[in-house]
């Protein structure tokens, strides 16, 4: 099955700068995810992008995707200590309620 | 906000064991989905389910079975657990129909098989 993969794998930065992660997948879709997990929970939906949409705002992150490339990126501005998680991007390839997920980006934000 | 409960965080079973992990949603949500999650491996899709009674396998359904008896519970079964299947699980429901729809995951059960 097809999956996204993000780049790049781990991400350390600084309280206040911004963080960018990108994915990338391999066939058509129907829409894009961004998930966050904290260590030892479970996955949080951040942002839904469709095949037609360009680019999506939501509070600090912005999300672009570009189909003609099959990538997208995550970025999260001005980041907090407590933006510290795994994020995934997840790809909804035929429109029949299947995901599949890239093996997720550790961000470390240090205060 | 969506509710998913799993039953629970940690677990620990033997190899042989039959194990059951449960999950319930709040939201009447038609779909149902079962993941494990390993380092380096990211979410594998062990099965989902559509509608009361009805399943559908995954990517790895192999060693696993599921049940879905009433609409909001959806319990997934190790036959005969084995070591290989210590792992976390998570449980993720969608409303159906509706492609851009987020799936709304559980926090998880850490299992592991001695």
């Known amino acids: 099955s097809q999956q996204g993969e993000e780049d790049p794998q781990a991400l350390s930065i600084q309280e206040g700068e911004n963080a960018t992660m990108n994915c990338s997948y391999k066939?058509?879709?129907?829409?894009l995810q961004w998930y966050r997990q904290n260590s030892g929970r479970g996955l949080v939906h951040l942002i839904l992008?469709?095949?037609?949409?360009r680019e999506k705002h939501s509070g600090r992150l912005r999300v672009t995707l570009d189909t003609s490339k099959k990538s997208s990126s995550l970025l999260i501005t001005a980041s907090r200590a407590a933006d510290t998680a795994s994020y995934f991007c997840?790809?909804?390839?035929?429109?029949?309620?299947?995901?599949?997920f890239g093996k997720g980006n550790q961000v470390v934000v240090i205060p | 906000d969506v509710k998913v409960t799993q039953s629970s965080r940690y677990l620990v079973k033997r190899t042989g064991e039959k194990v059951f992990l449960e999950c319930v949603q709040d939201m009447d949500h038609e779909n149902m989905f079962w993941y494990r999650q390993d380092p380096g491996l990211g979410l594998r899709l062990i099965y989902f389910s559509y509608d009361v009674k009805m399943k559908e396998k995954g990517d790895i359904p192999e060693g696993y079975s599921v049940s879905r008896e009433k609409k909001e519970r959806f319990s997934l079964i190790l036959e005969s657990a084995s070591t290989n299947q210590t792992s976390m699980y998570l449980c993720?429901?969608?409303?159906?129909?509706?492609?851009?729809?987020?799936?709304?995951f559980g926090d998880g059960t850490r299992l592991s098989i001695l």
């Open positions: 066939t058509s879709i129907n829409n």
């Open positions: 993720a429901s969608k409303v159906r129909d509706r492609f851009n729809q987020p799936q709304h």
């Open positions: 992008i469709r095949s037609n949409e």
């Open positions: 997840a790809t909804d390839a035929r429109g029949n309620n299947r995901l599949a």
